[in-house]
């Protein structure tokens, strides 16, 4: 009987220590991810950036081209300026509420 007790708590020890272990690598995995996690967030804000940047230097090559394209036809220009100019009366308007 107290063979039997000895045995059953060497079982247990080996079993605690196994879950021990596997708990430890699991938090070292786990800091793992939240630092990669951490990177990732960093490049996407990044990335976001750069991404806001360049739509802004699209929409005015853009702008620019349309104007330039229109140059032989005035009217067309002067429409075009006029929708820009409305546009930013109302960004105005809403930022002066």
Do not use: P, W
């Amino acid at each position: 009987m107290e063979v039997e007790q000895k045995e059953m708590v060497g079982t247990l020890k080996q079993k605690v220590n196994k879950v021990i272990s596997l708990y430890n690598n699991l938090k070292i995995e786990n800091n793992k991810l939240h630092q990669q996690q951490k990177e990732l967030k960093e490049t996407l804000k990044i990335r976001e950036t750069e991404l806001d940047f360049f739509k802004n230097k699209y929409n005015k090559l853009k702008l620019a081209k349309s104007i330039v394209a229109s140059a032989g036809e005035s009217h067309d220009a002067k429409i075009k300026i006029n929708r820009i100019v409305r546009e930013i009366d109302k960004c105005i308007a809403l930022l002066n509420r």
